[in-house]
Nanobody, 121 residues
């Protein structure tokens, strides 16, 4: 089973920066995509950014130009660098990993528990 853990959240003032990290752990698996989602109170979960194993990226329009996603395939980690943060970026940020379990040769997907980002005005 693949475990996903996020870190790096916190409280920051509007205009500030934060960097989030997601690490996937376990044995005998490879990842295909690693995505960041966020969920604010009373709102649905939305995709923030995603990156494939080939390095192609996608971003929510609301964060383009401010957030940058990257990944280290060897370490099975993804990083979300967030700049010029706004109060509306306040949310629980969750990492979603998809890949292949080499023991079963079947695809898998796993969610982390999330890390809280709070941006004060």
């Amino acid at each position: 089973q693949v475990q996903v853990a996020e870190s790096g959240g916190g409280l920051v003032k509007s205009g500030g920066s934060l960097s989030l990290t997601c690490a996937a752990s376990g044995s005998m698996f490879s990842t295909t995509s690693m995505d960041w989602y966020r969920q604010a109170p009373r709102k649905g979960r939305e995709l923030v950014a995603g990156i494939s194993d080939s390095g192609s990226t996608k971003y929510n329009d609301a964060v383009k130009g401010r957030f940058t996603i990257s990944r280290d395939n060897g370490k099975r980690t993804t990083c979300l660098q967030m700049k010029n943060l706004k109060p509306e970026d306040t949310a629980l940020y969750l990492c979603y990993v998809r890949g292949v379990d080499h023991r079963t040769t079947r695809p898998f997907d796993s969610w982390g528990h999330g890390t809280q980002v709070t941006v004060s005005s």
